[in-house]
């Protein structure tokens, strides 16, 4: 089973950048994809950015622009680069792989957008 470690979260302010990290371990064969969702306050869990095992990225419209999903090669990493940040942006950002036999999720970073 694949464990997956969320990095990155933090305070920023508005108009920040800021890069999320997801570690995962363990053996990962086949396609597969990873992604990034976020929950906010009362609010459902939704969908950042995806990127699959051959590397096509998938972007939610409100991030277009702003957030890049990147996933190198050499490792089973997945990066979520965020600039433009808005106080909306401001959730637990989760990570996720998922296969044709499971899925799973990360414990989640928290992400706040404030002056």
């Known amino acids: 089973q694949v464990h997956l470690e969320e990095s990155g979260g933090t305070l920023v302010q508005p108009g920040g950048s800021l890069t999320l990290t997801c570690s995962a371990s363990?053996?990962?064969?086949?396609?597969?994809?990873m992604g990034w969702y976020r929950q906010a306050p009362e609010k459902e869990r939704e969908l950042v950015a995806t990127?699959?095992?051959?590397?096509?990225?998938v972007y939610a419209d409100f991030v277009k622009g702003r957030f890049k999903i990147s996933r190198p090669y050499v490792e089973n990493t997945v990066y979520l680069q965020m600039n433009s940040l808005k106080p909306e942006d401001t959730a637990v950002y989760y990570c996720?792989?998922?296969?044709?036999?499971?899925?799973?999720w990360g414990q989640g970073t928290q992400v706040t957008v404030s002056s």
């Open positions: 363990g053996s990962i064969v086949g396609f597969n994809v």
């Open positions: 996720k792989i998922q296969t044709p036999q499971y899925e799973q």
């Open positions: 990127i699959t095992s051959t590397r096509t990225p």
